[in-house]
Nanobody, 129 residues
C-alpha cells in the first residue's frame, strides 16, 4: 500500500527556514512525478514544486517560490524534501506531498495539474511576520 508521510512543518518567523520531508513507502521509488502542494485557509490548493524520480526529468517551481524553495530527493531513502528559505507570511499553509506513476520511458517536467494518485496527510507551516 502506497504511503506518503510528511514531516518538518512548524512555526517560523518571516525570513527563516524550514525543511519538509515526505517519506514514501509501499512502491518502488522510480518513474514517479512527485510534488509539493499547499493549501491556505479559504484558498484553493496550489502546486509549489515538482520533481521526477526517474532519469531525464526536470524540476518545476511556482513563481511565488522560485529562488527561495528547493525540491530534492534521496532515492536511497525514498524521501522527498522541500527546503524552504526566506519564508514569508504568505507561505503559511498546509503542505502536502503527492505522487503519480508515469509510463516507462516518460521524461520531462512534472505538471502540477497532473492527476496525482497518492497524497500524504499534510504538514502545517505557519510563518509569522
Amino acid at each position: 500500500q502506497v504511503q506518503l508521510v510528511e514531516s518538518g512543518g512548524g512555526a517560523v518567523q518571516a525570513g527563516g527556514s524550514l525543511r519538509l520531508s515526505c517519506a514514501a513507502s509501499g512502491y518502488t521509488y522510480s518513474r514517479y512525478c512527485m510534488g509539493w502542494f499547499r493549501q491556505a485557509p479559504g484558498k484553493e490548493r496550489e502546486g509549489v514544486a515538482t520533481i521526477y524520480t526517474g532519469t531525464g526529468g526536470d524540476t518545476y517551481y511556482d513563481d511565488s517560490v522560485k529562488g527561495r524553495f528547493t525540491i530534492s530527493q534521496d532515492n536511497a531513502k525514498n524521501t522527498l524534501y522541500l527546503q524552504m528559505n526566506s519564508v514569508k507570511p504568505e507561505d503559511t499553509a498546509m503542505y502536502y506531498c503527492a505522487a503519480r506513476l508515469m509510463s516507462r520511458g516518460w521524461w520531462g517536467v512534472c505538471g502540477v495539474n497532473y492527476e496525482y494518485n497518492y497524497w500524504g496527510q499534510g504538514t502545517q507551516v505557519t510563518v509569522s511576520s
